[in-house]
């Protein structure tokens, strides 16, 4: 019994990982400086979407330098809960296409697609013990970045998603006093 939930848990794993849509232009922006330029894509539309995007991811994240910042309200362990501030880096994005039908198209839809931000490296800071933990590779499942997904209709932009109201965007005052 055993063994067959191991195969079931195994062949999901690798559903989900097959289930992910072609990721389209793979042009990564530098979002690693406090310029808000995105570089440039084959896709004008999706350097549009991404432009859209930027300043929402800002809402919540502090940059500075290499570094992006946040306050998880609800860092921890599942049996106590404390916030947690993450420093990351390596920050980029995954895009993925949607598709448009012909009734999209008549509907004055343009464009559709799922923006991805990710960071590829990251501590956490804990106030109550006031330590950083070591820094780890971020992953598909532990990168707390926003996602959103966009459509274009009829030259305006659409932007489901985000930012989780659990984060929470420091000031440049509060990550100054964090040892480094």
């Given at each position: 019994m055993k063994t067959a939930h191991l195969i079931l848990l195994f062949a999901n794993a690798a559903l989900l990982g097959c289930s992910k849509a072609p990721t389209g232009d793979q042009v990564k922006p530098d979002l690693s400086t406090n310029t808000q330029e995105v570089k440039s894509t084959n896709n004008p539309l999706l350097t549009e979407a991404l432009a859209q995007t930027e300043p929402l991811l800002s809402t919540k994240w502090y940059n500075e330098g290499d570094s992006w910042f946040t306050l998880n309200q609800y860092g921890g362990s599942a049996i106590v809960r404390s916030p947690l501030y993450i420093q990351a880096r390596k920050v980029t994005y995954d895009y993925r296409p949607g598709m448009l039908s012909d009734a999209d198209k008549l509907n004055g839809i343009e464009w559709r697609?799922?923006?991805?931000?990710?960071?590829?490296?990251?501590r956490t800071f804990d106030p109550a013990?006031?330590?950083?933990?070591?820094?780890?590779?971020?992953?598909?499942?532990?990168?707390?970045?926003?996602?959103?997904?966009?459509?274009?209709?009829?030259?305006?932009?659409?932007?489901n998603g985000g930012n989780p109201d659990i984060y929470e965007k420091p000031s440049a005052k509060t990550i100054s006093t964090l040892p480094k």
């Open positions: 697609g799922d923006i991805l931000y990710r960071y590829n490296l990251y013990t006031s330590k950083w933990s070591n820094w780890n590779d971020g992953s598909l499942f532990n990168s707390n970045m926003p996602e959103f997904s966009l459509v274009r209709k009829r030259g305006q932009w659409e932007i």
